[in-house]
């Protein structure tokens, strides 16, 4: 009997295996399908049922297929959302004379679809302009969401070493983290995401070939990723995860400095990106300027200057993140500012210190990311003197905010770490005690603190 079990249990894992590598082999094509009936069927995470509440309908959520509306995100259903549908009665110019009484520029702040060839700079609004309404608030939920998800797979296959099963559990821990989710549609969550990611995929594709077409190519990439990356225009999730993304590259450069070969082309080719990417923030600068300098003479976010510190119960604050879209009342802070990435603190950081001091291994990635970790951390936990935050560019952003990128390096020093074993640190009997005991003492903490909020 024992031995039957074990042929089944084989048996299916060969069949996991294969559908495995089926999925993996035409992800791209499925991902293609699955965005075409997303648009063709006009689905989206909006929360836009909310207006039920307000327009005298007795029908709450009509068509809602899975969850419900969320009163919270009122960012989406009550800013964003009709702003972005407001553009369709105005010809989605640069300038609006529908949101108030008189010209507003809805590029630069608000950030909705126009008319205009910088509009590359935000190609998930470019649904917008050509499909209607319904479906192009499809493309752009399901674009972004598909996009971040893709384009993560990839990004953590360039640093698992190509392992597949770590690379899916990173980009579904990336993809669906509650502080992603919870802030999906507005301030460009996604987006940061998915450009600074893409962009340090870009960079190692350009320094591993010698072609001038495709390293020309891939500057065009870098340019569309940078100028999406700054037309975010939320710098206190831009800040901190930059300083990610420079922690990145520092390694792919040096990891790969010996095989790039720069010649005078490319040289000409790296200077004509610059400029290209620097005209084409000028002329979007020149368009806004009045809009600029209105901005930065206020008080909030013109004249904001934060120096962090008192976020350490930040770190584990993971732990309540699973009961958050069950309970929106009694938090210490509304549920989008309490979700935060589900980064299984500490355990990546204990898997670096093993591998970098016990195993003596010298990893460039690993020791990026923990100096940037350590300088974000002291940010957060502590806090900087005014100078050093406004030095850092970090004054612009709040501690809790600069949380999103300590937990996004927990993440990837997790993965990091996980693809540097070669051989297991304990036997498989003592590694299956201690995840029940912490699977236990987890789940303790988490009905303590649900108990608590409740």
Known sequence: MLESLTNKIDHGMETVKKIGEWLY???????IVLFILCVMLEISGSSIGCWNNFIGSNVTDEGVILGKSRGIRSDEWAVLTPMTFS??????????????????????????????????????QLGFLFLGMAKGLSFFWYGRLIALFMVTFEFCMLFTKKNKLLSLLGASMITLAPVVQWWFAVNGIAEIFIFGELAILLLHQYMNTESLKKRCLYLLGLVICAGGYIMVLYPAWQIPMAYVFLALAIWVIVEN??????????????????????SCMGYIFSQSIDTIKTVMNTVYPGSRAVTGGDMLKKYVSY??????AFKESGLEANTCESAVMFSLFPIGILLAGYQLIKEKKKDILLACLMVAYVFLSLYCVFGFPEIIAKLTLLSKSQSKRVMMAVGFMDVLILLRSLAMIKKPVISRKSALMVATIITLILVDLCERWNARIC
Do not use: E, W
Not at 25 to 31: Q, S
Not at 257 to 278: F, G, P, T
């Open 257 to 278: 400095r010996k095989d790039c070969k720069i010649n005078y082309k490319d040289i000409i080719s790296i200077i004509v990106a610059i400029l290209v990417l620097a």
């Open 319 to 324: 732990l309540m993140n699973p009961f958050l």
């Open 87 to 124: 553009q369709f009665f105005d010809g989605f110019h640069y300038f609006s004379d529908i949101l108030r009484g008189g010209q507003t520029d809805v590029f630069m702040v608000y950030g909705l679809p126009v008319l205009n060839i910088m509009q590359i700079f935000r190609p998930f």
């Open 25 to 31: 082999k035409y992800r791209y094509y499925i991902a």
